[in-house]
């Protein structure tokens, strides 16, 4: 019976990171679009090292991942990686300023470009490959507005500081029996 509640809590501690993941659709119920206010849209939110990031949009716009140079200035110098098709997720793999824009004539200059500061917080970043730079297209009837989170970073540092401790002594309860 101990050995099983150890390798219920070792198998609870490995999955328990993933799932305080948060998933954020950028604009929310906008979308990825002209006439959003990313800064706005990203104030009080904390970005951590196992999120993603869901854009939204038409056919008509693009998600270019770009240098801070080439997001300052607009421009398509240095561009990391492109996405097409309507609904892109990108998984926040590396902590650090990751900038996005749109590549349409003019949509960046009229605001349509997002900047995110990503910290190595507490949650890992789910496994299964190494690609820093992979993404993962989705139907776009499979994603949900993301809530807010304004509250939510500090609360979800404690959870997992609490399961860490709680994983732990189950862990060491395993090796014991």
């Given at each position: 019976m101990a050995r099983t509640v150890g390798l219920i809590l070792v198998f609870a501690m490995v999955m328990m990171p993933s799932c305080l993941a948060t998933v954020y659709t950028v604009g929310d119920t906008s979308g990825w679009d002209t006439g959003v206010d990313y800064s706005t849209w990203t104030s009080g939110k904390t970005f951590k090292v196992g999120d993603s990031l869901v854009f939204n949009y038409q056919s008509q716009h693009t998600v270019e991942e770009v240098t801070d140079s080439d997001y300052k200035t607009c421009t398509l110098q240095n561009s990391i990686k492109s996405h097409r098709g309507g609904t892109t997720t990108i998984p926040l793999k590396t902590a650090?300023?990751?900038?996005?824009?749109?590549?349409?004539?003019?949509?960046?200059?009229?605001?349509?470009?997002?900047?995110?500061?990503?910290?190595?917080?507490?949650?890992?970043?789910?496994?299964g490959g190494s690609d820093s730079n992979s993404t993962v297209t989705t139907p776009a009837s499979t994603t949900k507005p993301s809530s807010t989170g304004n509250g939510s970073s500090h609360s979800s540092s404690l959870v997992v500081t609490l399961w860490s401790v709680i994983s732990l002594v189950g862990f060491c309860m395993f090796l014991l029996i």
């Open positions: 650090g300023t990751h900038n996005y824009i749109c590549s349409s004539v003019g949509h960046c200059s009229m605001g349509m470009k997002l900047s995110v500061t990503v910290e190595s917080g507490s949650t890992a970043a789910p496994s």
